[in-house]
């Protein structure tokens, strides 16, 4: 029999974030600081909307666009707090999730060869993506004397007259870093001065710490080269209602919405509904999700200063960065000693790209009982590090 698979999805490795957890599911007293989940229940007047949809019957198919109502107040919220404008039906669809929408967005806009950038440490998506849209993923290693930034040298030290797509993940999932305007108004002048496009995944947006979240496509000339996804899985604490969207000129939806149409066909029915009341009144529960991370992520920055362990500031997300190098461990033995030492289970740097070495991912979307006794099982991890 010949080989019924296909070598480009053999070819790349399953999520580097999967392994840890696979392992703890197993472990009696294990706790993870690796799932980038909030630990809240969805508000619940976004739940008793979605309750009241299915007692009314909305079960069926909504457009492929998504419901008109919602994509309305996606257009009204990105106006508000974004102060970009677009035309909810020309210009918005729904999608399962933000992760659909980068799948589309790449799907739609890469021939074959053409390059797309991709910042690290990011999410593991956006390489596999890139690759299954037969595009060439083109990484762009950050560092962390940059906090983690995306400056304007290293965007022009990677592009080629191949280059078409830069993904530009921030706030950024691992390690917490978010742009400014003044960054933002340099890549886009970079942007545009080389005829590039924009895939900009602001699935954190409503999760930043020092003042109001920027997004590219408010940059002068920006708007019609940007794709703009977010969603609603991470500022409402609605992971598995399965819903993001996106923004993007006319001529660019209408082939993501293609692709869509004959692979998904619409955004689960019950979960728009949940969304329209999220979008209309959920500003006050956002505002203290917000607050409850950032109490966390205090303690958890206070915690690895007593363990006298380097991590800068992040400002975004709710992950955290730390840097393990003077240990002399590679992330994933770091990672795995804790794990089979003290049962604390973390995500090795690496599992976000090479230059993730000598860091970890920790996430805070955890409450402070449960980051108390993690954080201090690892605390006697490094004393016993330090000993040896």
């Known amino acids: 029999m010949r080989n019924p698979l296909a070598e480009r999805v053999v070819q790349v490795p399953p999520s580097g974030i999967r392994r840890f957890f696979d392992i703890v599911s197993d472990m009696k007293d294990a706790i993870s600081l690796g799932v980038g989940e909030p630990d809240f229940d969805t508000p619940w007047f976004i739940r008793e909307e979605g309750i009241y949809s299915l007692e009314q019957g909305r079960t069926f198919y909504t457009s492929n666009a998504g419901l008109k109502e919602l994509k309305q107040e996606i257009s009204n919220y990105l106006c508000r707090k974004c102060h970009v404008t677009y035309n909810p039906n020309e210009e918005i669809m729904v999608t399962v999730g933000g992760s659909e929408a980068i799948d589309l967005a790449l ?76 960054d933002l108004r340099d890549i886009a002048e970079v942007v545009e001065e080389h005829d590039l496009f924009v895939v900009s995944d602001e699935i954190y947006s409503e999760l930043t710490y020092c003042g109001e979240h920027k997004t590219i496509a408010a940059m002068p000339g920006m708007r019609d080269r940007t794709v703009l996804i977010n969603g609603f899985s991470k500022s409402y604490a609605m992971t598995g209602w399965r819903l993001g969207y996106a923004a993007a000129p006319a001529n660019i939806l209408q082939q993501m919405l293609k692709i869509h149409q004959y692979a998904i066909m619409c955004a689960p029915t019950t979960s728009q509904y949940a969304a329209v009341a999220a979008l209309k009144h959920g500003d006050d529960e956002v505002a203290k999700m917000r607050e409850s991370y950032n109490q966390r992520r205090r303690f958890v920055l206070k915690a690895f200063e007593e363990m006298n362990i380097q991590c800068f500031e992040p400002y975004g997300a709710f992950y955290t960065f730390p840097s393990i190098k003077r240990f002399g461990l590679s992330s994933d033995e770091f990672a795995l000693r804790l794990l089979e030492e003290e049962k604390v289970a973390v995500v090795p740097g690496t599992a976000f790209g090479d230059c993730g070495e000598g860091f970890l991912r920790i996430s805070y979307a955890y409450s402070l009982e449960q980051l108390k006794e993690a954080l201090g099982r690892m605390k006697k991890f490094v004393e016993r590090l330090e000993e040896a």
């Open 107 to 182: 799907r739609a806009m890469c021939n074959p060869g053409d390059e797309v950038l991709i910042p690290q440490p990011s999410y593991v998506s956006y390489v596999p993506c890139a690759i299954w849209a037969n595009g060439v993923p083109v990484t762009i290693e950050l560092e962390e004397k940059d906090e983690f930034r995306l400056t304007k040298e290293k965007l022009l030290e990677k592009i080629t007259d191949k280059t078409k797509v830069l993904i530009l993940p921030f706030p950024n999932n691992p390690t917490g870093a978010i742009l400014q305007e003044q």
